[in-house]
């Protein structure tokens, strides 16, 4: 079935309408396009708990620290379409980006905290970007459910914080990461790796794993990154921006997991950023 894409917020508003008047409730899922299975998941989380689906499509120039990077980005629109074709999602919304920052736009949404540290440290200005322009979605769609991808850590923990702080009406939804069977975290940036840089690629989230695993069991944190920094120089990783293990709620840096912990990562694979966060279990003691 083909879904409709809609350009502007008037017929956005207009469909939506039709839906709160009918009492249906309305899921989100905010993308930027070039789907992949991990935004597919969301779109399945969506459905099932939702009367109604629109994904959003639109590449946010404000989250983009790098002018090339935003350049680079793939843009896949038709493709996206036809992926989201099984789903039967009610509605794609693909703004264009005077939708979204018209002339004389000024405000910006700033959450800190979780931002300060990590992905908020490497990519300047990153969070803000994100956090405005999530903020501008939940109120262009009015939707009472919103699902984000737990690859994001970072991203979900500052959504769900912006949402309570700002008394936002929407449920923020956190769905698990979706991997390769390499283990590989599914993302837009993977189109951008050679087959071999995706096979090497995947050493990140074993050496991820082996690290949780050992650190689990007493290993010290710090022998664990040293390992795990020279694996990743084997397997042709460049730059590892963080390998850290954090406390899962408030992202401050732990020795071992005595609390709730998360792994977070991120490395560059051929000119590519990559990141990754799983779980780590407490400590046994
Ligand atoms: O995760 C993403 O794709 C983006 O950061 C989001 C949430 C769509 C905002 O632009």
Known sequence: ??????????????????????????????????????????????????????????????????????????????????????????????????????????????????????????????????????????????????????KDYQQLMLVQRMARDLNMPIDVIGCDTVRETSGLAMSSRNLRLTPEALDRAAVLNRQMRAAAEAARIGTPWGNLRAEALTQLAAAGFGEVEYFDLRCATTLAPLETPDRPARLLAAAWMEGIRLIDNIAVATIET
């Open 1 to 150: 079935m083909t879904v409709p894409i809609l350009r502007n917020l008037a017929d956005l508003r207009a469909l939506r309408s039709t839906w709160v008047q009918a009492g249906e409730t309305v899921g989100l899922v905010p993308t930027m396009g070039a789907l992949h299975a991990g935004h597919l998941s969301l779109v399945e989380a969506a459905k099932h708990d939702c009367d109604r689906v629109v994904v959003t499509i639109f590449v946010n120039p404000k989250q983009f620290n790098k002018p090339e990077d935003l350049e680079n980005y793939p843009r896949t629109e038709k493709d996206d379409a036809r992926k989201l074709a099984p789903y039967d999602v009610d509605a794609i919304f693909v703004p264009q980006a005077d939708e979204i920052y018209p002339e004389g736009y000024a405000t910006t949404v700033s959450v800190s905290g979780v931002t300060d540290v990590l992905e908020g440290a490497f990519r300047p200005g990153h969070f803000d970007g994100v956090a405005t322009v999530v903020a501008k979605l939940f109120m262009m769609t009015g939707a009472d459910r919103a699902y984000f991808g737990e």
